[in-house]
C-alpha cells in the first residue's frame, strides 16, 4: 500500500489528446507510471500500468525501454491488469539517457507517450 501511494504521485494519467494532439481530450484506461528523469548509474527506474475503466475502452499497451545506445533493453506488453498495478523495475547500468515508450491501442490505432531518464554518476 505504501508503495502504491508512493507511486500515485509520480502517476502520469494520460489524456488521448496529449498523446495525440488532433485527437479531442478524452479520459484514457491505461494509466502509467512516469519514470523517473534522472537517476543515479546502476539504480532502477520503475515502469506499470493500471487500467481503469472509463469509457469500456482498450487494455492494450506495451512498454519498451531503451538504452542510450538507443538498444531495447526492456519489453512487455500485454492487458493492463485493472484490480492493482503492475509495476516493473529496470536497472540502468550506463550513463546516458534512456528512452521509455508507452504505447496504447484506441479504436485500433496504436498512441504513443513517450519520457525520457538521464543516468549518470553519483
Known amino acids: 500500500m505504501k508503495r502504491l501511494v508512493a507511486a500515485a504521485g509520480a502517476v502520469a494519467v494520460m489524456t488521448l489528446g496529449a498523446v495525440t494532439a488532433a485527437a479531442p481530450p478524452a479520459l484514457a484506461d491505461v494509466l502509467v507510471n512516469q519514470p523517473a528523469s534522472r537517476v543515479c548509474i546502476g539504480k532502477t527506474i520503475t ?3 493500471w487500467y481503469q475503466q472509463i469509457s469500456g475502452g482498450s ?3 506495451r512498454v519498451d525501454v531503451y538504452g542510450p545506445t538507443g538498444r531495447r533493453i526492456f519489453a512487455r506488453a500485454g492487458r493492463a ?3 492493482a498495478w503492475k509495476f516493473w523495475r529496470v536497472r540502468l547500468g550506463h550513463a546516458g539517457r534512456y528512452r521509455t515508450d508507452y504505447h496504447f491501442r484506441e479504436h485500433g490505432t496504436w498512441h504513443k507517450y513517450g519520457v525520457t531518464t538521464r543516468a549518470r554518476r553519483c
Open 81 to 83: 491488469p485493472s484490480a
Open 59 to 61: 487494455r492494450a499497451y
Open 47 to 49: 515502469v506499470g500500468v
